[in-house]
């Protein structure tokens, strides 16, 4: 192993946190900082052009390609997990909806025992992260580092009958889902800047690449955080086939994600004692909320077959692949430069509740023929066709993801027991008889020919949820592994992000949130990120 460099600052991650923690650090030149990123740059032209990730998905040199254990909930299937390992971690190959959450959320997270974290505290760093299309005003930023895009006008014509179906409905249209609410429905904005994807690596990394005191490792697999009694003073790593340590005279700073970092721990002897033990690995601390409180967001969709064009007439067909590729390529625009979840919105299926239980999505494409699971946006299908899709935005429903083995290359056990709450179901069984409410109005009508999938013969309750079971999966939303909490028996980090019971160490990605929000996680990721650069600079002033 070589001997061991000096940092003040380590980061395990390169991700949406992990970005911009490196470039907030390292903006004082007094901070020495290294950035270590288990895959390599992100300089690649599908994780630049927006549609792209339909073939990020399934590259493992950019993406871990977890699958998960069997989920009785989804009667016995695995699901595929597609994390990000590459310079911008997942937001280098999602796709690219921008989603701050529900006020609610955060009120939630505060009133879990977490000070400093409801709406109110939580906004400024919203504000201070993005640099919205439309300016600055009293919900939005306009100069932050992350360009965030209004591209309604850019959408498919189709996305208009979505949104009047939803109005029909008696849903509010929306313009902007990440203002003064969340509620109604409308065209999702994108993390995209003059037609390229505007990941967190190129919103914070680059800008901040040349900075003399920060060290980007690329390719560099981290086996365990050292300590010294219960102090992170270091870390081990693989790198071009050798073992190298680093070590950190402030404090190191997990943003491996939501998988990643609870096996980071667990490998370094921070976790469960019997999961611990079972894999051979000789306990550091005992935390036995590490790898628990797993959350994540479940999604199912419906075909529909159109009666006018769809983007599947666009990109299907040889010649429209090569003409929408030469349109990219020559101007940055085009459906390649956005992503297929074009419209959509959060609404309630029923009265009551404080908040929407239903995300709903819009896509002008289809891939009926496509494995399920599998998303092959440039090789749509021959005719036209749109999908209608839904996410349930609360979730009770918890899982687990642990090690099996001290080997750092084994991926982890990953136990999502998707849908073990009844809740789950009736927000799911009521929301695909929303999709059928909305294929029913006629400013959908107007636009479709028949139900595809799963098609008018499933229509009892008990059959429609069967459906669900059988076809449901995840919308690659896991977070809550290192659960943010006071209390050290059921959280892993406290209301500052440092791991309870430990010195120098804190875990600053989504593995934090105490509950997982309402819609896409990225941008509140992102937030995380921000707000734990303050908490450290503050501290170590």
């Not at 640099?131 to 309604?152: I, M, T, Y």
């Not at 959509?344 to 699971?373: C, M, W």
């Not at 056990?413 to 006629?442: C, F």
Request: aromatic share 8%; charged share 20%; with cysteine.
């Amino acid at each position: 192993m070589s001997k061991g460099s000096s940092y003040d600052y380590i980061i395990i991650g390169a991700g949406s946190a992990g970005c911009v923690l490196a470039n907030r650090l390292s903006a004082d030149a007094n901070h020495s900082v290294l950035l270590l990123e288990a895959g390599p740059s992100d300089k690649r032209f599908y994780v630049q052009m927006p549609i792209g990730y339909g073939k990020t998905f399934y590259q493992s040199k950019v993406n871990w390609m977890y699958t998960s254990n069997a989920n009785a909930g989804l009667n016995g299937r695995t699901s595929y997990w597609p994390r990000g390992k590459t310079l911008g971690g997942s937001s280098s190959i999602n796709a690219m909806v921008y989603v701050r959450g529900h006020k609610q959320d955060f009120e939630d997270w505060q009133s879990a025992g977490n000070p400093g974290w409801s709406y109110d505290n939580v906004l400024p760093y919203f504000k201070r992260m993005e640099s919205w299309q439309h300016g600055a005003d009293e919900f939005r930023g306009g100069d932050g580092p992350l360009n965030v895009s209004d591209v309604s006008a850019k959408l498919h014509p189709l996305c208009k009958h979505f949104v009047a179906a939803g109005e029909a409905l008696g849903f509010d249209y929306n313009a902007d889902m990440n203002g003064v609410k969340q509620e109604g429905v409308g065209y999702y904005q994108l993390t995209t800047h003059q037609g390229q994807r505007m990941s967190a690596a190129r919103a914070y990394l680059k800008p901040a690449r040349k900075r003399p005191n920060l060290t980007i490792v690329c390719n560099a697999s981290v086996a365990r955080i050292v300590f010294e009694g219960k102090r992170a003073i270091g870390v081990e790593y693989q790198h071009k086939h050798k073992y190298h340590r680093a070590n950190a005279t402030k404090e190191i700073i997990l943003s491996a994600g939501a998988v990643n970092s609870p096996q980071l721990l667990q490998l370094s002897g921070i976790g469960p004692s019997h999961v611990l033990q079972k894999a051979g690995v000789e306990q550091v601390h005992e935390s036995p909320a590490v790898g628990q409180h797993l959350q994540d967001h479940i999604s199912h969709s419906y075909f529909y077959r159109a009666s006018q064009p769809t983007l599947n007439q666009q990109l299907q067909p040889w010649w429209g692949k090569l003409w929408q590729g030469f349109r990219y390529v020559l101007t940055r625009s085009g459906p390649l430069s956005l992503s297929i979840n074009q419209a959509g919105g959060f609404v309630h299926t029923r009265e009551g509740l404080d908040r929407p239980n239903i995300q709903l999505y819009f896509s002008p494409l289809s891939y009926t023929k496509a494995p399920l699971g599998e998303r092959p946006m440039m090789n749509p299908d021959p005719f036209p066709a749109y999908v209608l899709g839904i996410s349930n935005c609360r979730v009770q429903s918890e899982g687990e993801i642990n090690i099996t083995s001290n080997d750092p290359s084994k991926a982890p056990a990953i136990e999502p027991n998707y849908l073990t709450h009844e809740d789950e179901i009736q927000d799911l069984l009521e929301g695909v008889k929303l999709i059928r409410k909305l294929a029913e109005t006629s400013q959908l009508q107007a636009i479709t020919l028949d139900e595809m999938r799963p098609g008018l013969g499933c229509k009892t309750d008990a059959q429609l949820i069967e459906d669900i079971r059988n076809n449901a999966d995840t919308v690659f939303h896991p977070c809550g592994t290192c659960r943010m909490g006071p209390d050290p028996k059921d959280n892993v980090v406290n209301n500052e992000l440092k791991v309870h019971g430990l010195v120098g160490l804190r875990v600053v990605d989504a593995s934090i949130f105490p509950n997982v929000i309402c819609g896409n996680i990225n941008a509140a990721t992102i937030m995380v990120g921000e707000k734990a650069a303050d908490l450290i600079l503050t501290e170590h002033k």
